[in-house]
T-cell receptor, first 113, second 115 residues
Framework: NAGVMQNPRHLVRRRGQEARLRCSPM?????VYWYRQLPEEGLKFMVY????????ESGMPKERFSAEFPKEGPSILRIQQVVRGDSAAYFC???????????FGPGTRLTVT | KQEVTQIPAALSVPEGENLVLNCSFT??????LQWFRQDPGKGLTSLLL?????REQTSGRLNASLDKSSGRSTLYIAASQPGDSATYLC??????????????FGKGITLSVRP
């Protein structure tokens, strides 16, 4: 059973470009979480999704950020018009159900130049 | 609003020492508590999960305890080894609107075990 997969592992974007981060949860997991780790800060929750539904996006910046978890395929975190402050490690986690253990992917390290 | 604190931020011990890492949280109405390990530039590895109804969990040389009423958890590492050097993160989940179980993290304790 493969773990949580994230790609790309490293992503470089120039200011104003779009960044797309992908997350494939563990087999059998229908709950996906996205977290962001800014330099010198702890991990912060961004959004929680189940298949085709956004359950909680209270941690998402109000503009430029969006997330989806379609019926087929990976979950996508999309950042439009990236700025330098978006540079961070973005981690995806999956869980088989509510209150169950969360398993994290290796992260995508986004650098905005 | 839940806040998780881990003090100290860094710890250095000689190999073989038993050690305790502390975690405190402000809202005791948690769903569960998870301890993670993060190596530099890597993802998070789950070490132990304690449900709110449990007092402790053990895995190998690791033992995690939970005292909900006082808002504290400890991670005990027995006979530390240089390979234990990493950042250890504590995270709690709270039941919320829509049955969310998002995690609130502490900033972590960076452990260095000297050979």
């Amino acid at each position: 059973n493969a773990g949580v997969m994230q790609n790309p592992r490293h992503l470089v974007r120039r200011r104003g470009q779009e960044a797309r981060l992908r997350c494939s949860p563990m087999k059998g997991h229908s709950h996906v979480y996205w977290y962001r780790q800014l330099p010198e800060e702890g991990l912060k929750f961004m959004v929680y999704l189940q298949k085709e539904n956004i359950i909680d996006e209270s941690g998402m910046p109000k503009e430029r950020f969006s997330a989806e978890f379609p019926k087929e395929g990976p979950s996508i975190l999309r950042i439009q018009q990236v700025v330098r402050g978006d540079s961070a490690a973005y981690f995806c986690a999956s869980s088989p159900g509510l209150g169950r253990e969360q398993y994290f992917g290796p992260g995508t390290r986004l650098t905005v130049t | 609003k839940q806040e998780v604190t881990q003090i100290p931020a860094a710890l250095s011990v000689p190999e073989g020492e038993n050690l305790v890492l502390n975690c405190s949280f402000t809202d005791s109405a948690i769903y569960n508590l998870q301890w993670f390990r993060q190596d530099p530039g890597k993802g998070l590895t789950s070490l132990l999960l304690i449900q709110s109804s449990q007092r402790e969990q053990t895995s190998g040389r690791l033992n995690a305890s939970l005292d909900k009423s006082s808002g504290r958890s400890t991670l005990y590492i027995a006979a530390s080894q240089p390979g234990d050097s990493a950042t250890y993160l504590c995270a709690v989940s709270n039941p919320g609107t829509g049955a969310n179980s998002k995690l609130t993290f502490g900033k972590g304790i960076t452990l260095s075990v000297r050979p």
